[in-house]
């Protein structure tokens, strides 16, 4: 049965990709009545989606949401491999802690202390960071055959269940590594990834716990920069972030201890990419793995497809004082796939596309900056939506008419809720 209705939805896109996609059809234009006109008169439900940032998955298990990332033949992810990034996360700190091993433990007592900003507790990235911080570091405990990721709250004698205590040997001597504290940054109104609740938290963790930190770990930039400008700069205690955001990357010069770039340049163009491929209806390989007609494309040494998540995921790279000086310009598109697309084979397209929380460092500083580059040059016209990210209503009630757009790309504020979007396209 899922596999007729399946078929059926595939004759349909293959049909509109070979005819209605492709041509600009006038008559379709004059029955918009908004001012950003679609190109076509294929239905909502037919038309390109892409998720990006936020994958549709269960927010409690993690487990993919198959339903959302096949709502139709052209519906795809884009995100990064969210645990090859956590395992380098992990290893920037735990080789900073080696080769500082003799100025590392401030108070002298033996245990090298660090303290965790968790982003946001039911999505996969964050779940991964925090696992790949507690691996490295040996403070990790398994839970149902996963490493448990819950916040430990305060561990000031380190008797929390959610971790244990991490043992160290460098050059001949054995540390105690331990998580003092750790917890989810979530403001008051519901925003997670919270850079203002961190720079609040470490205040509080710092005069609770002093100079037993050591180390600040953080799950992104944004809290990391919040805690590192609060406190850990001037206390010149090693902060470690994720995203290479151009505000973290500089402050490497000022005793910023690292970050991890997720190559948002790669994440940007195939978020724009796999849209414009399925409008264009070419293989969804075009510009990506193969090259095109304006010489992009990518190796597979920044990304790989999995076809069965129907996901795109880009690969990461440690940003340290060693490399940092390579990554300054956050917002520069990757040369790779830097070539202009010809105007009258790839014409201009409109996209509804939304950003879930206009005040993530991540999303607005790096990745919204890098979308607006490769837009002019793949020729979309990008209509860019900024939620509050608290509730997906505040999102969904700016698509009032998704006929204006011929494909969408969507960055939900909790990954559960794919059906919010779904549903306005199915109607
Ligand atoms: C980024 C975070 C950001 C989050 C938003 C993550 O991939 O690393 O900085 O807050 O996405 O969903
Ligand atoms: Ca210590």
């Not at 340049?265 to 195939?270: G, M, N, S, T």
């Not at 990757?334 to 939304?354: C, F, I, T």
Request: some cysteine; hydrophobic content about 40%.
């Amino acid at each position: 049965m899922k596999k007729k209705v399946l078929a059926l939805a595939l004759t349909a896109a293959m049909a509109c990709s070979l005819v209605a996609c492709s041509s600009n059809d006038s008559n379709a234009s004059n029955t918009q009545d908004s001012g950003d006109s679609a190109s076509t008169t294929v239905a909502n439900k037919d038309k390109p989606l892409v998720w990006f940032n936020r994958q549709p998955s269960n927010s409690s298990t993690g487990e993919l949401d198959m339903n959302a990332l096949q709502f139709n033949d052209n519906t795809y992810y884009v995100g990064f491999d969210a645990n090859q990034g956590a395992e380098l996360q992990g290893t920037m700190i735990l080789d900073y802690v080696k080769a500082n091993i003799d100025t590392i433990d401030r108070n002298g007592d033996g245990i090298i202390g660090y303290v965790l900003a968790i982003g946001d507790i039911g999505h996969n990235d964050s779940i991964a960071r925090t696992r790949g911080v507690r691996a490295a570091l040996g403070t990790a405990v398994e839970a149902n055959g996963a490493i448990n990721s819950d916040p430990v709250g305060s561990n000031a004698d380190g008797s929390a269940t959610a971790v244990k205590d991490g043992s160290l040997e460098v050059n001949g001597k054995t540390y105690i590594v331990r998580e003092l504290a750790s917890q989810e940054m979530k403001n008051s109104a519901g925003a997670t990834w919270d850079a203002a609740t961190a720079g609040n938290a470490i205040g509080t963790w710092a005069s609770s716990f002093g100079d037993q930190i050591d180390i600040v770990a953080s799950n992104n930039d944004g809290m990391g920069m919040s805690m590192f400008n609060a406190w850990s700069k001037s206390n010149k205690v090693p902060t470690f972030g994720y995203d290479a955001n151009a505000d973290a990357v500089a402050a490497i010069a000022e005793g910023y201890g690292g970050t991890i770039s997720q190559h948002a340049d790669v994440q940007a163009y195939l978020t724009l990419r796999v849209l414009r491929n399925a409008l264009d209806g070419v293989d969804i390989d075009t510009g990506i793995g193969t090259e095109d007609d304006a010489g992009n494309v990518l190796s597979d040494d920044v990304y790989y497809y999995d076809e069965a998540a129907r996901s795109y995921y880009a690969l990461n790279v440690a940003v340290t004082a060693d490399n940092y000086t390579d990554f300054t310009d956050s917002t520069k598109v990757y040369a790779p796939v830097s070539n202009q697309l010809d105007a009258s084979a790839h014409p201009e397209k409109s996209v509804w596309l939304n950003i879930y929380n206009a005040a993530d460092n991540f999303l607005s500083a790096t990745y919204q900056p890098l979308l607006q580059n490769y837009d002019d040059l793949l020729n979309l016209k990008v209509e860019y939506i900024g939620g509050d990210g608290q509730t997906e209503a505040n999102i969904t009630n700016r698509l009032s008419n998704p006929s204006a757009y011929d494909a969408f790309a969507i960055n939900m504020v909790k990954t559960d809720n794919a059906a919010s979007y779904t549903a306005l396209l199915n109607q």
